[in-house]
């Protein structure tokens, strides 16, 4: 079992959708929680973090479910700029900054 | 404004043939790291450093070496290439501790293909 999983997509919806991801990690031990985003052929970039108590940046939303193990992302009126690979990514236990990269799920907004 | 630079973007090597690539960073970060990506696979993580002269192995180190003798430089070392090695590799930098949240900066990354 993979210590991120996540749903690879393509998750293909229109302009103005509503659209959630879901990640679900493996290890209890895990620290901090982020969402990175990868658009085609380029690096990745820190999207947001995940706070235990969720946290909201603009149009999106990031919820953390520490029982379940689970990581939500929500992006609400969704625009063609949006078309990317959004990876869900875990810092493992200590401060060495060791991340663990789920695959990345790809969202494809049409007009 | 330069962040982690990589080089080369591209490279083409034979079966055998061994290559450094580059990774440097200006912003005087303490942890370094190299990953590579393939898809299905996600990013994983093949070494990282915490600081100038140490180094460990992450996921998937077997193939390739690197070392830390600068704050700033970070190079990955493909001994002898092999097909399996063919991928997109990212280098990475971030400050460590708590207030720095661990985020990670990344090279515009570098494509290689062994034949």
């Known amino acids: 079992r993979k210590e991120v999983e996540q749903d690879p997509g393509p998750f293909n919806v229109p302009e103005g959708a509503t659209v959630a991801f879901n990640c679900t990690y493996s290890?209890?031990?895990?620290?901090?929680f982020f969402w990175y985003r990868q658009d085609c052929r380029k690096e990745p970039k820190l999207l947001m973090s995940?706070?235990?108590s969720g946290n909201e940046d603009g149009r999106f939303t990031a919820q953390l479910n520490r029982a379940s193990q689970y990581i939500s992302l929500l992006i609400r009126d969704s625009k063609l700029s949006d078309s990317a690979t959004y990876l869900c990514?875990?810092?493992?236990?200590?401060?060495?900054?060791?991340?663990?990269f789920g695959q990345g799920t790809t969202l494809q907004v049409k007009p | 404004n330069a962040g982690v630079t990589q080089t080369p973007k591209f490279q083409v090597l034979k079966t055998g043939q061994s290559m450094t690539l580059q990774c440097a960073q200006d912003?005087?970060?303490?942890?370094m790291s190299w990953y590579r990506q393939d898809p299905g696979m996600g990013l994983r993580l093949i070494h990282y450093?915490?600081?100038?002269?140490?180094?460990d192995q992450g996921e998937v180190p077997n193939g390739y070496n690197v070392s830390r003798s600068t704050t700033e430089d970070f190079p990955l070392r493909l001994l002898s290439a092999a097909p399996s090695q063919t991928s997109v590799y990212f280098c990475?930098?971030?400050?460590?501790?708590?207030?720095?949240?661990?985020?990670?900066?990344f090279g515009a990354g570098t494509r290689l293909s062994v034949l």
């Open positions: 450093s915490v600081g100038a002269g140490i180094t």
């Open positions: 990475a930098s971030s400050q460590t501790g708590v207030a720095a949240k661990n985020i990670q900066y």
């Open positions: 990514v875990v810092l493992s236990r200590g401060n060495t900054g060791k991340l663990i």
């Open positions: 290890n209890s031990a895990s620290q901090s």
């Open positions: 912003m005087n970060h303490e942890y």
């Open positions: 995940v706070y235990s």
